[in-house]
Every structure is written in structure tokens, then in C-alpha cells.
């Protein structure tokens, strides 16, 4: 059986196809696609972007965003808990907000100064 997507790892964004029994991909233009395709069947991931409040800025969110992808099951996990943050400026882009987020190895980082 295929199962059909759009890859998102690109702006190309390809329609490719996925044999759910051996993960073969098809209609990828690149080889990140074909590494999409299998891990959206079998265990698919997400880089999470957000705000959270921020004292003492012009702003009252800061941009903020995982570093790398993390398990797509994770992410309204991770939201409840930016939602508890409160950073105080100055914060500069790539601090650490939330370090090894649910023991993924994966940071949430500041993504502008303020």
C-alpha cells in the first residue's frame, strides 16, 4: 500500500509516495525526502517555533524554537510548558530557554535579541 504526502523538509515541497510495508520512497527530489518519508510513517517529528513572555523588553513575547525536531507527540506537551516561561531581558539569540526538553537531548533557544 502507498501512502501519499508533501514533503515539508524543503520550500520544494514534492509529492512523494510511501510503501508502508518496506518504506520505499517515491517522487522525492532530493534524499531528505526519502529520509521524510519513512520517518513521518514510523516515528514523525517536528521542529516546535513559539513565544513566551518576556520582562523588562519592548516586547512582551520572545521568539523561541527547538533546536532540532523532536517527537511530533511531544509538541502540545512542550507548549503547556512554555507557557510557564518568563524570561527576563536582555536575551540574546541561541540562549537556552528549556534545556534537553523531556529527555530528547533537544534545547528550546531564543531566536532574537531583545
Known amino acids: 500500500m ?3 504526502m508533501i514533503c ?4 520544494v515541497g514534492c509529492h512523494i509516495s510511501v510503501n508502508t510495508e518496506t518504506y520505499e520512497v517515491k517522487g522525492n527530489a532530493c534524499p531528505r525526502g526519502a529520509v521524510y518519508g519513512k520517518e513521518e510513517l514510523t516515528a514523525p517529528k517536528r521542529v516546535v517555533t ?3 513572555k518576556i520582562k523588562n523588553a519592548l516586547d512582551h513575547r520572545c521568539p523561541v524554537k527547538t533546536e532540532r525536531a523532536i517527537p511530533k507527540e511531544l509538541n ?3 507548549m503547556e510548558e512554555l507557557k510557564k516561561v518568563e524570561l ?12 534537553n526538553i523531556f529527555n530528547t537531548g533537544v534545547n528550546v533557544v531564543v531566536t532574537k535579541d531583545m
Open 2 to 4: 502507498e501512502k501519499e
Open 8 to 11: 515539508i523538509v524543503c520550500p
Open 50 to 52: 513559539s513565544t513566551v
Open 76 to 78: 502540545f506537551k512542550l
Open 88 to 99: 527576563t531581558a536582555p536575551v540574546k539569540r541561541g540562549d537556552i530557554v528549556l534545556e
